[in-house]
C-alpha cells in the first residue's frame, strides 16, 4: 500500500483565481482607539507579482496584512481577496478563501512542542481532515523538502533548528495547502546577510514555480532589490506610491527619498547594479564569437 492509493481520496481544489488582482484594498481605515492606523488606503495586488510592502515600524504594515487576512477587522473600506469580499463576511465564512492563502507571520511562531512535519500538518487536518495519515505525512515531507530543508529535518523540534531553518519550516507551512498568495511578514530579519541571500532566492523561486503572488513586507532593502517585482510604500497612513525601484525614485516624497537614496538605499542599489554587470559580463564571454558583430 502507498501514498499513491489515496490520491483519489484528495479532496477537489477550488479553480485557481484568473483575474488581474487577487489583492484589492479600497479606502481601508483602522483605528485603535484614538490612534488612526490607515486613513483611506488603497493598493492593488497584480496577480503573480512578488510586492515588497516598505515603511517606517509602526506605519502600519503588519496591521494592513492581517486586514487583508480578514484577522483585523477595518473601520471602513473594502479588502477583496482573490475575487471575495473579505470585511463582508465573518472568518467561519470566509473559510472557502483562507485555505487559497499561506502566511508566515512576523516573528514565525511554530508550535514548539510539535516537529516540523507535525507542524506543517497543522493546517491539514485543519482543513481537510478527510486526508489519510499516510499521505497527510508525506505532503508534509514534501513541503519540508520545496522549502529547502533537508528530509531529517521533518522529525526535528523548532528548538533544534536554527534561525534561518526555522523561518524555511514557517515556510513549509504556509505552502501546506498549495496556496495561491504568500504573505511573509519580514521573513529576513535577524537573518545573516547570506542567510537573508539564500532566503530571497527561495521566495522568488517558489513565487516562480508555483505561480504564487507574493505580500512581503521587509525592511530588507537587497530584498526589495533583488526579488521584487514592485514596492509599495506606506506612510502618512496610506499607501503613498506602488511602482518599480525607479519609478519610486523618482518620487520626491521625503520618506521616499530618504529611504531608497541614504547610504543603505544606494549601498543596496550599487551592489544590485554590480550582480547585474557581471551577469551581462558573463554573458558576453558566452555568446558565440561573431554574434555582436
Ligand atoms: N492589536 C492592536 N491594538 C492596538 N494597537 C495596535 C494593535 N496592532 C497594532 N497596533 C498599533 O498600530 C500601529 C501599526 O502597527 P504595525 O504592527 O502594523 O506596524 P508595522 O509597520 O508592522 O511596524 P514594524 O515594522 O515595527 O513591524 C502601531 O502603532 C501599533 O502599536
Ligand atoms: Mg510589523
Not at 153 to 180: C, F, I, N, Q, W
Request: charge should be negative.
Amino acid at each position: 500500500m502507498s501514498v499513491f492509493d489515496h490520491l483519489s481520496d484528495l479532496p477537489d481544489l477550488p479553480a485557481r483565481f484568473t483575474g488581474d488582482y487577487p489583492i484589492m484594498v479600497e479606502g481601508l481605515t483602522n483605528r485603535f482607539g484614538d490612534q488612526v492606523v490607515h486613513e483611506n488606503l488603497s493598493l492593488k495586488v497584480r496577480r503573480g507579482e512578488v510586492l515588497g510592502v516598505v515603511g517606517g515600524s509602526g506605519s502600519g504594515k503588519s496591521v494592513l496584512m492581517r486586514s487583508i487576512i480578514g484577522l483585523q477587522r477595518p473601520a471602513e473600506g473594502r479588502v477583496e481577496v482573490l475575487g471575495r469580499d473579505i470585511t463582508a463576511a465573518d472568518l467561519d465564512q470566509n473559510i472557502g478563501v483562507r485555505r487559497r492563502w499561506g502566511v508566515l507571520f512576523q516573528g514565525g511562531a511554530l508550535f514548539s512542542t510539535l516537529t516540523v512535519g507535525e507542524n506543517v500538518e497543522v493546517p491539514l487536518r485543519q482543513y481537510y481532515p478527510e486526508i489519510v495519515d499516510d499521505l497527510r505525512h508525506e505532503i508534509a515531507r514534501y513541503k519540508v523538502r520545496l522549502s529547502g530543508l533537508p528530509d531529517a529535518a521533518t522529525s526535528k523540534y523548532p528548538s533544534e533548528l536554527s534561525g534561518g531553518m526555522k523561518k524555511r519550516a514557517g515556510v513549509a507551512r504556509a505552502l501546506a495547502l498549495d496556496p495561491e498568495l504568500l504573505f511573509l511578514d519580514e521573513p529576513t530579519a535577524g537573518l545573516d546577510p547570506i542567510g537573508a541571500a539564500a532566503f530571497d532566492r527561495l521566495t522568488r523561486d517558489l513565487a516562480e514555480t508555483l505561480g504564487l503572488t507574493v505580500f512581503l513586507i521587509t525592511h530588507d532593502l537587497d530584498t526589495l532589490h533583488e526579488i521584487c517585482d514592485r514596492v509599495a510604500v506606506l506612510a502618512d497612513k496610506r499607501v503613498i506610491a506602488v511602482g518599480t525601484i525607479p519609478e519610486l525614485l523618482a518620487s520626491d516624497h521625503p520618506w521616499i527619498q530618504e529611504y531608497f537614496n541614504g547610504p543603505r538605499g544606494r549601498a543596496a542599489m550599487e551592489s544590485k547594479e554590480r550582480a547585474v554587470h557581471k551577469a551581462e559580463a558573463a554573458m558576453d564571454k558566452d555568446a558565440p564569437r561573431g554574434d555582436t558583430g
